[in-house]
């Protein structure tokens, strides 16, 4: 059963993760840029992120997977040049990575996720995938998905539309 989720906290996938994390009642957190930098600004300081030494993403994107028993990015088709280094970073340091495709997998989301929960015994789940600039429905889309998966698995009566 995951325990808590972390991220980088950017638009899009990552910070679905901390709402349904935060919806949920599962302790969040994970590492950002230095100054909270995303996209759109800054991340707000209702989530329980860790600011890094310096504004490079990329440094948050290795921290997070080193943090995590395992990742799963959230795309709606191709992986991004973010999400393709994070990929990297899970195989470096032989972490468990799901890419998770909302064109694909339409009808067994769900045993795809618990699979891959339950085969690395993930307590420490990082999300991952696209920003908004860049796939506007990937917020959307992942905030659903988990709300449903993870308040299915914690016994949560929530009702999701994916």
Known sequence: MIEKIISGGQTGADRAGLDAALALGIPHGGYCPAGRLCENGAIPQKYNLIEMGSKKY???????????DGTIIFTKGQLSRGSKLTLDYCARHNKPCLHFDFNYEKENKTKYFEQFINDYSIEVLNIAGQRLTSEKSIYRLTYNFLLKVIGTNNNEN?????
């Open 58 to 68: 990329h440094y948050r994107t290795e921290k997070n997977v080193l943090s995590s």
């Open 158 to 162: 929530v009702e999701v539309t994916i």
